[in-house]
T-cell receptor, first 114, second 114 residues
Framework: GQSLEQPSEVTAVEGAIVQINCTYQ??????LSWYQQHDGGAPTFLSY????GLEETGRFSSFLSRSDSYGYLLLQELQMKDSASYFC???????????????FGKGTKLSVKP | KAGVTQTPRYLIKTRGQQVTLSCSPI?????VSWYQQTPGQGLQFLFE???????NKGNFPGRFSGRQFSNSRSEMNVSTLELGDSALYLC?????????????FGPGTRLTVL
């Protein structure tokens, strides 16, 4: 089936670097997106990798390797406010027609400790 | 620009009832997607509408339906509610295909079925 796998929880300390991995088991996706969701809030877009390689946006970077069916989100200089759930998401290549069927991983809960 | 709005924010219903949720996308966005979020299953895709047409549908029973109006506003309906329908229902809008364009999420409607 089509699924994206992420670790369920990650803990890190302020100022550290953390990497959240996302592996997928399908024929592939059009690209890989990352969303952040704070408790009680709505998911907000962080980054999108249309092509293989690294995309950098401030303290956050995201990487995609289609040949390895793998991507990751890298968070640097962690802050307490980064404590949230992080989701990877993609629209399957084999869906046909539009890329409207976005599949989400189950999310990684990041806890940043002082 | 105003963000995605959803009404109502909270809803309590009993089994067997039906419910209608509303979503107003960001002005100019033609794609509206609906997701169900539960602690156990994460974010699951319900359906996506573009220019009043349902383009994609997730793996949910026929009790879940939706529509989109000419002004891009969308509604989803759940009939014959079951306890398992208790969830946060999120809608998201994008200018084009959700798989490649950034999705902007609304705050969600928290549905509780008693």
């Amino acid at each position: 089936g089509q699924s994206l796998e992420q670790p369920s929880e990650v803990t890190a300390v302020e100022g550290a670097i953390v990497q959240i991995n996302c592996t997928y088991q399908t024929s592939g996706f059009y690209g890989l997106s990352w969303y952040q969701q704070h408790d009680g809030g709505a998911p907000t877009f962080l980054s999108y990798n249309a092509l293989d390689g690294l995309e950098e946006t401030g303290r956050f970077s995201s990487f995609l390797s289609r040949s390895d069916s793998y991507g990751y989100l890298l968070l640097q200089e962690l802050q307490m406010k980064d404590s949230a759930s992080y989701f990877c998401a993609g629209a399957p290549l084999n869906y046909g027609g539009s890329q409207g069927n976005l599949i989400f991983g189950k999310g990684t809960k990041l806890s940043v400790k002082p | 620009k105003a963000g995605v709005t959803q009404t109502p924010r909270y809803l309590i219903k009993t089994r067997g009832q039906q419910v209608t949720l509303s979503c107003s996308p960001i002005s100019g966005h033609r794609s509206v997607s609906w997701y169900q979020q539960t602690p156990g299953q994460g974010l699951q895709f319900l359906f996506e509408y573009f220019s009043e047409t349902q383009r994609n549908k997730g793996n949910f029973p026929g009790r879940f339906s939706g529509r989109q109006f000419s002004n891009s506003r969308s509604e989803m309906n759940v009939s014959t509610l079951e306890l398992g329908d208790s969830a946060l229902y999120l809608c998201a809008s994008s200018q084009g295909d959700p798989g490649t364009d950034t999705q902007y999420f609304g705050p969600g409607t928290r549905l509780t079925v008693l």
